[in-house]
């Protein structure tokens, strides 16, 4: 009921910068906690950022002072700026949201997107 579509990945040297960007559409009755993931070739996926529906947002350590999250309510987007690239900064990232769906209203599930690819070379 509810579609995730990332876009904006792609190969960009170290230092450089990106910015992702996730639509959710389809039957969206509310949405809360909407996330970046990323999962490098060989590793598990881990969280990346996260943003609730008031706007109070939280980063991994490992990209603390170079990731900003922030959304967009009104258009049902979450954007994920990444300056700074590093090499180890390569994955699939991954965009999550926790939401109502209309079919479901009475209580959150949990919705994932295809991924879009970032690859940062050194």
């Known amino acids: 009921q509810v579609q995730l579509v990332e876009s904006g990945g792609g190969l960009v040297q170290a230092g450089g910068s990106l910015r992702i960007s996730c639509a959710a559409s389809?039957?969206?009755?509310?949405?809360?906690?909407m996330a970046w993931y990323r999962q490098a070739p060989g590793k598990q996926r881990e969280l990346v950022a996260t943003?609730?529906?008031?706007?109070?947002?939280n980063v991994a350590d490992s990209v603390k002072g170079r990731f900003t999250i922030s959304r967009d309510n009104a258009k049902n987007t979450v954007h994920l700026q990444m300056n700074s690239l590093k090499p180890e900064d390569t994955a699939v990232y991954y965009c999550?949201?926790?939401?109502?769906?209309?079919?479901?209203?009475?209580?959150?599930?949990?919705?994932w997107g295809q991924g879009t690819r970032v690859t940062v070379s050194s």
């Open positions: 389809g039957s969206i009755f509310s949405m809360n906690v």
């Open positions: 943003i609730t529906s008031g706007g109070s947002t």
């Open positions: 999550y949201c926790n939401a109502r769906a209309v079919a479901t209203p009475n209580r959150y599930l949990e919705f």
